[in-house]
């Protein structure tokens, strides 16, 4: 079965500093990796997806992230934080092993940037 | 830039009461999910529909719950009789036909509070 794990339930981060924001995952075959962000009382948002190639994407808003399959790791990355990249952020897998190819979520990582 | 929306934006029923939500997915789409988060949770997927019919569904979509395209632009999530746990954000995604890679993109939600 596919899954993603996201260790922290919380990061903080200063303005300005580099962020990182963790997930591994688990998966039979290729993995299809996506990052979205829910900003308060919103919807999901597509930052940036891992399909195949190369191992650094990049994505909306400054994001980036690296695919390691050595760790079966995509941490997500900013160089400089923003207040306003405060939100809660899901990592998540494409299921390849049924005819719906549903999106499985991580547990959410929420992402605080201080002034 | 098209988006999926969804109505209405908030809804609250009495326990028992059945209930309706809408979605408008994207026009070129034809791969529509619902996927719910209970507030603090993980999002979890509920159903994926394509060509007309249910192409998967979680433990979760059991027999209270149905999913229809009544027309050629909605498509609607229904809980038949509402329990206190349905409380939650209940997101629908689209996606259009291709690659499985393509990623799906979610409406800002329907909080549904059953009291």
């Known amino acids: 079965a596919q899954s993603v794990a996201q260790p922290e339930d919380q990061v903080n981060v200063a303005e300005g500093n580099p962020l990182t924001v963790k997930c591994t995952y688990s998966v039979s075959g290729n993995p299809y990796l996506f990052w979205y962000v829910q900003y308060p009382n919103r919807g999901l948002q597509f930052l940036l997806k891992?399909?195949?190639?190369?191992?650094l994407v990049k994505g909306s808003y400054g994001f980036e992230a690296e695919f390691n399959k050595s760790q079966t790791s995509f941490h997500l990355k900013k160089p400089s934080a923003l207040v306003s990249d405060s939100a809660l952020y899901f990592c998540a897998v494409r299921d390849m092993g049924t005819g719906g190819f549903k999106t499985i979520f991580g547990a959410g990582t929420r992402l605080f940037v201080k002034a | 830039e098209p988006e999926v929306t969804q109505t209405p934006s908030h809804q609250v029923t009495q326990m028992g009461q059945e209930v309706i939500l809408r979605c408008v997915p994207i026009?070129?789409?034809?791969?529509f999910y619902w996927y719910r988060q209970i507030l603090g949770q993980k999002v979890e997927f509920l159903v994926s529909?394509?060509?007309?019919?249910?192409?998967?569904k979680s433990e979760i979509f059991d027999d209270q719950f149905s999913v229809e395209r009544p027309d050629g632009s909605n498509f609607t999530l229904k809980i038949r009789s509402t329990k206190l746990e349905d409380s939650a954000m209940y997101f629908c995604?689209?996606?259009?036909?291709?690659?499985?890679?393509?990623?799906?993109?979610f409406g800002p939600g329907t909080r549904l509070t059953v009291t």
């Open positions: 026009s070129n789409h034809l791969y």
């Open positions: 995604a689209s996606r259009e036909q291709g690659a499985i890679s393509y990623e799906q993109y």
């Open positions: 891992y399909i195949t190639g190369d191992n």
């Open positions: 529909f394509y060509n007309n019919e249910i192409s998967e």
